[in-house]
């Protein structure tokens, strides 16, 4: 394809392939511990990053990066202190740090032009720097997962019962809270901040409603991801669109249409077990009105 000849729409491939597997992945495990809306909250908190490492003169990037998982880790302690409500932590953190990126931003007018990229995802903005720190993030979180498949298991449908089994549930969850916030963060050249939890959510949203088991919601999930990803930036070529909207969209596309052919095949499984019974019952009345003429 004429498109990978490119050194920077193969730097997006790889790096849209890496992001891809790690948001899925993780968008299940949120959607199941019912805390979807954390990935949003956490790209907001990663755009004060990208801004005030570009006010310092920082790598904005890595800024992001830093503040994004530093409030991976706020979250999980908000969370802890509002139990019964931790959606309120959620809102907290997410309140901070936008409003926190739009004090940076206005400290410097000059710093609005350049970041469309961050904000809506651009291919020309990964860079080989960025593309290493996606592959870091992809192997940390690969080893995570992998390794603590079973406590993650446990603690996301019953975390009172595993604790109770003596797993570390509060440091499990601190660690996963900060894999998040890396993940969401590495995301940003991609998809970028506003749009990084449709990455995340949707792929998992279709995966969660026609997966039989939750290993097989895993991997429908990352090919939903890497299918949008790819597709996504195909189209963004060769349409000249926006990367991030591009992506996003399709993958809405795709839930909209695996959840259509899902409850059409309800419905017909439906119909067809209705004439099952209808012939069952037509089957039965026919034998009984013989055995009663027999009689």
């Known amino acids: 394809m004429e498109m990978l000849h490119y050194d920077f729409m193969q730097r997006a491939f790889c790096a849209g392939g890496l992001i891809a597997i790690m948001a899925s992945i993780l968008g299940v ?17 990663s755009l004060a990053g990208v801004a005030g490492g570009a006010y310092l003169h920082l790598n904005p990037t890595i800024a992001g990066f830093v503040v994004a998982t530093l409030g991976a880790v706020a979250v999980e302690y908000a969370r802890r202190s509002y139990k019964s409500y931790s959606e309120i932590s959620v809102a907290i953190i997410m309140v901070g740090g936008l409003s926190s990126a739009v004090i940076i931003m206005s400290l410097n007018p000059s710093m609005n032009k350049g970041f469309s990229a961050y904000l809506f995802g651009s291919v020309v903005a990964v860079n080989e720097t960025e593309l290493l720190l996606m592959l870091v993030v992809t192997l940390l979180g690969g080893a995570f997962f992998i390794l603590l498949r079973r406590p993650l298991y446990q603690i996301t449908f019953d975390e009172d ?8 549930v509060k440091w499990i969850s601190l660690g996963f809270s900060v894999l998040t916030g890396m993940i969401v963060a590495a995301a940003m050249p991609i998809v970028g901040v506003l749009l990084v939890s449709a990455l995340i959510v949707l792929p998992a949203a279709l995966a969660i409603r026609i997966a039989p088991s939750f290993t097989s919601s895993l991997f429908i999930a990352m090919g939903i991801g890497l299918l949008g990803v790819f597709s996504g930036l195909t189209a ?8 991030g909207g ?9 839930l909209m249409a695996g959840l259509s052919v899902k409850h059409l095949v309800v419905k017909l499984k439906q119909i067809s077990n209705k004439k099952e019974h209808h012939v069952e019952e037509s089957t039965f009345g026919s034998i009984k009105h013989i055995g009663n003429e027999s009689i």
């Open 236 to 243: 963004s070529y060769k349409f000249s669109t926006p990367p």
């Open 29 to 45: 495990y949120l959607m199941l511990r019912r805390q979807a809306l954390m990935a949003d909250m956490l790209s907001h908190v």
């Open 246 to 254: 591009t992506i996003a969209i399709l993958l809405l596309f795709v």
């Open 161 to 168: 019962t595993a604790k109770t089994t003596g797993l570390p």
